[in-house]
Nanobody, 125 residues
Framework: QVQLVESGGGLVQAGGSLSLSCAAS????????MGWFRQAPGKEREFVAV????????YYVDSVKGRFTISRDNAKNTVYLQMNSLKPEDKDIYYC??????????????????WGKGTQVTVSS
């Protein structure tokens, strides 16, 4: 079992930055793929970014490329999402997820076995 806890959400003005963290515990995630998703009320959960813990390979949804950066800290068992140049449309609840398929950069929610409870990101215009 893997437990994931997100932190770092909050309120920021458009153009500002936030850094989200996802701390993993319970089992080693060194062979996992870690993803960030976001979801607005009444909408489907949307893929944002993914990183392979083993290789460090990353992939992003087009709407955040060049603005968001996903990274990992092996020693802290933590994944980060640095969000710059935030836009009002980035406002959502952001979720961290872990997939056992560590060699595949999963971009759909059904590829992930473990989820955090989410952290709210609000961007004011």
């Amino acid at each position: 079992q893997v437990q994931l806890v997100e932190s770092g959400g909050g309120l920021v003005q458009a153009g500002g930055s936030l850094s989200l963290s996802c701390a993993a515990s319970g089992s080693s995630v060194s062979a996992y793929t870690m993803g960030w998703f976001r979801q607005a009320p009444g909408k489907e959960r949307e893929f944002v970014a993914v990183i392979s813990w083993m290789s460090g390979s990353t992939y992003y949804v087009d709407s955040v490329k060049g603005r968001f950066t996903i990274s990992r800290d092996n020693a802290k068992n933590t994944v980060y999402l640095q969000m710059n140049s935030l836009k009002p449309e980035d406002k959502d609840i952001y979720y961290c997820a872990a997939s056992r398929r560590g060699t595949v950069l999963q971009t759909t929610p059904d590829g992930y076995a473990y989820w955090g409870k989410g952290t709210q990101v609000t961007v004011s215009s």
